[in-house]
């Protein structure tokens, strides 16, 4: 089994910074690409930001500039360095990866259950 678990959330003032994290755990033989969604209330979960296996990273425009996804693939760990938040940035982060499991020939996806972020005055 595969378990991901986010952490760091909470609740931060328009301008500040959070860094959320995500740890991979379990029979993992080899991790790809790893992603951060992110889902406002009311509205469809969105792609933040992706590093793909070779490490290049992409990000959403909204978020361009502000966020930067990061990995520790030895330590088995995902980050995410929020800085410049916005009110509209208030969302349940997740994380998400492609992982191959011992016993597999073949990349799943995994979520994490989810982080809250809150930027408010």
């Known amino acids: 089994q595969v378990q991901l678990v986010e952490s760091g959330g909470g609740l931060v003032q328009p301008g500040g910074s959070l860094q959320l994290s995500c740890a991979a755990s379990?029979?993992?033989?080899?991790?790809?690409?790893m992603r951060w969604y992110h889902q406002a209330p009311g509205k469809e979960r969105e792609l933040v930001a992706v590093?793909?296996?070779?490490?290049?990273?992409d990000y959403a425009g909204s978020v361009k500039g502000r966020f930067t996804i990061s990995r520790d693939l030895a330590k088995r760990m995902l980050y995410l360095q929020m800085n410049g938040l916005k009110p509209e940035d208030t969302a349940v982060y997740y994380c998400n990866a492609m992982i191959k499991t011992y016993g597999t020939s073949r990349y799943s996806s995994y979520w994490g259950q989810g982080a809250q972020v809150t930027v408010s005055s």
């Open positions: 379990g029979s993992i033989l080899a991790i790809s690409g």
């Open positions: 590093i793909d296996s070779d490490g290049s990273t």
